[in-house]
């Protein structure tokens, strides 16, 4: 009975290369943080808060 069987073998996971991070790579909020800086300066060029 044994010999209709078939026995799975897992296939051998290659292991995966480490990804070296970019270099400059900058942390996650940075880009908010210039998001931010960028909003401020537009606001202040425009009038900022003069109340016109």
């Known amino acids: 009975m044994s010999d209709n ?3 799975f073998r897992r296939p051998e996971k290659q292991p995966e290369p480490k990804k070296n991070k970019p270099r400059g790579a900058v942390p996650g ?3 908010f943080a210039v ?4 909003a401020l300066i537009i606001f202040f060029v425009q009038g900022g808060s003069t109340g016109r």
Request: glycine residues 0%; positive net charge.
């Open 35 to 38: 998001l931010l800086a960028l």
């Open 5 to 7: 069987i078939i026995k």
């Open 29 to 31: 909020w940075v880009p």
